[in-house]
């Protein structure tokens, strides 16, 4: 089983979950996903510095480095126009429910990052629903319950206990990789397992 923590706000965990499927069906094994609140994760560990949105020069070379890494995985990368992922992220443990998890995560992750459309926005998370079939009320008014906030909350301070600090993080046992790029060593490890 491999564990993997994203946060819908984070493009690099688009980036990641644009491989990840590829890498585990080679191996046979399943994913869970993992949705955490990554600003509370950082504060988790006393890393309180600013937001890459909030420097300027660093979201510059940040913005080119995320579309050279979309070209390479053959995917569109659109920075969406705000940056609120509570309710999509809450809105996992409704899919959850369903046992739709990685089709959640991909429409999610396509309409956000992959179309640029907003995180919050009404109208893209009822049209996730409607795309999966669901009873669209029943899913918005989850997104903002009692319910979906407390497995919201397990799964980051879940997240928190085994020392993730950022996203995305693949967890394998006791291993861990952090960041899109690190996908090649999961890769290897897997391998190194396999053949073992």
Same mark, same amino acid.
């Given at each position: 089983m491999l564990s993997f923590y994203f946060d819908f706000v984070?493009?690099?965990s688009y980036l990641a979950s644009i491989r990840l499927p590829e890498i585990v069906q080679r191996y046979?094994?399943?994913?869970?996903?993992?949705p955490i609140d990554i600003a509370c994760a950082k504060r988790a560990i006393g890393n309180v510095g600013p937001s890459n949105r909030d420097m300027p020069v660093k979201l510059t070379h940040l913005s080119r480095d995320l579309q050279r890494w979309a070209q390479r995985y053959g995917t569109p990368?659109?920075?969406?126009?705000?940056?609120d992922s509570r309710r999509l992220?809450?809105?996992?443990? =409704?899919?959850?429910?369903?046992?739709?998890?990685?089709e959640y995560v991909r429409r999610a992750f396509h309409l956000t990052w992959g179309m640029g459309q907003a995180f919050s926005d009404e109208t893209v998370l009822r049209g996730i629903a409607s795309e999966m079939g669901w009873n669209v009320d029943d899913f918005m008014q989850f997104t903002d319950s009692v319910n979906g906030a407390n497995e919201y909350k397990q799964s980051i301070d879940e997240g928190i206990a085994r020392s993730v600090f950022g996203v995305p993080m693949v967890v394998i046992g006791d291993e861990m990789w952090w960041g899109n790029d690190r996908?090649?060593?999961?890769?290897? =490890?897997l391998q190194s397992r396999a053949s073992n």
């Open positions: 984070s493009p690099f046979g094994i399943s994913v869970s996903y993992k990368l659109k920075f969406p126009p705000s940056f992220n809450t809105g996992f443990f =409704y899919a959850a429910g369903e046992g739709r998890e990685a996908l090649d060593f999961v890769d290897e =490890y």
